[in-house]
């Protein structure tokens, strides 16, 4: 069948990675489509389109600044319609951003007249122009939350250097998550308030403590991104440090629960030092336990046990962590067949997929492999036969399409492959909910989720991370993967405790026991 190729490209026009996304989702969706994306005309994508046949004539002089929509379809006229709606749904989102304005803003200051109060800028530009615009808002007066990734390490330096000078946040970059007066910017979850403000640097962390405070009933005051370089050795806190002290200022908030990857040593101290006057939990994950920590802050190594740290903290009862839906352990090993003993991880959350190969690596018997690397002994390629965990968020998988967490689509193609693959004993799953997501991800996955686990195929564990505020409702998601057989678990550490048991045929394990 012969492909028919149609590109828009739209010059010195930028929209954020969302709406990018969202452009791309229209196309995937449409009628006769093979193939589509709305980016950025970088090198690398322009790259991808010459590659996949795009007519060199068609992009002669992009631009970085310019925006596309390219399009595979089954005929021109199917080509043609999907990028008209996929232009239409792009630019009609920017227009409705600003009702009553009668122009969209197109520089800072045209946006800083319309709405002279503004505290905020969040930043979604190319990382080459993203610190220069970045300075320009903190020059304003404004906190900044900077959504933008691949920012030198000098840029972020610089960056958090002027903000520290002007008292001023910069979240970022590549700050995907935060809440400030109970307003989620980027990637949030619906929560309630409640006394526990959380500093990440960690995007799907930040995500994983709100939603659990809130579905344990506890809630939070305010949610801090730092960017995930923040407590690298040369980065050495400098955003941590003003986190803290604006927790430490803010009448809502009794206790920080900090939530991190593992920190340089010597910043971690640094940044728990800081802690003087309020209660602080750091959840450091894979930190070794045995680390010195000041008085009045209590470590703790995966996410699951910095929220329960903080419960206690807050003298607030302990939740039933090991509830499960669906099957049991004993009835997913019950329907493998002997050779299926390895463990396949497709993850749209990175941090959760760092948290599950933190605690594999304690309670699975055989060699995990992740693209999310806890040390430099480990990451792809893995060897033949070992477990692999993915986090699908990486460029690597997210290249000319969207993040998996707008589109579960993009997991599709690993999930049949590990269906396929007569080895792989345990499919182990996130589905996250919230504003910027899909608006229905469980229903997305379970028709190809009922297909693999069908005769003898891998089981699928998966959690679910969400509040039933969010617009997915977390207990109707839920509800979708149970009905499709999956085993569900109350935390992603739960998930990855009893994904290791079932592939290890480990059927005491009945308490998921971290």
Known sequence: MKTAFAIRLFKD?????????????????????????????????????????????????????????????????????????????????????????????????????????????IISVPGDYAALEANKALGRGLDVLLFSDNVSRADEIALKDHAA????????????????????????????????????????????????????????????????????????????????EALKA???????????????????????????????????????LAMTAPAGVVLADTLEGGVLRTMELLERGAPDTSVTHGPTIAQAIDRLPAERTLIRGLFSGGTLCYEALVLLGKTYPLPVYSNTPIDKSLGLPAPDGASVLLDLGEEEYTKGRPHPMIDPMARIEQLEQGAVDPRVGVILLDVVLGHGAHPDPAGVLVPIIRDIMADGGPQVVAYVLGTDQDPQHFGAQVAKLVEAGCLVTETNARAAIAAGAIASRDRAKRSLSL
């Open 13 to 121: 026009t930028y929209l954020d990675s969302v709406l990018q996304m969202s452009g791309t989702r229209v196309l995937e969706e449409s009628a006769g489509v093979t193939w589509g994306s709305s980016a950025m005309a970088t090198p690398a994508n322009i790259e991808t389109l010459l590659h996949r046949g795009f007519r060199a004539d068609d992009l002669d002089g992009a631009k970085p600044g310019d925006l596309f929509i390219a399009v595979e379809a089954c005929d021109e006229t199917a080509a043609s319609e999907a990028a008209a709606r996929a232009e239409a749904a792009m630019f009609s989102s920017r227009r409705t951003a600003t009702p009553g304005a009668d122009q969209i803003p197109t520089s800072l200051d045209q946006a800083l007249r319309l709405e002279p109060t503004a505290n905020i800028a």
């Open 165 to 244: 000078a002007r008292g001023r946040l910069v979240m970022g970059p590549g700050a995907g998550t935060a809440m400030l007066a109970g307003i989620g910017l980027a990637f949030a979850n619906v929560v309630s308030p409640g006394p526990v403000g959380v500093i990440a640097a960690a995007g799907t962390g930040a995500q994983e403590a709100m939603a659990l405070l809130d579905r344990w009933g506890v809630g939070v005051s305010q949610v801090i991104g730092l960017g995930g370089r923040d407590l690298n050795e040369d980065i050495g806190g400098r955003m941590a440090a003003l986190a803290i």
């Open 250 to 288: 803010d009448p809502t908030t009794e206790v920080i629960l900090f939530v991190s990857k593992p920190p340089a040593p010597s910043v971690a101290q640094y940044v728990m030092s800081l802690a003087v006057g309020i209660p602080m939990v750091a959840a450091f994950m894979g930190v070794d």
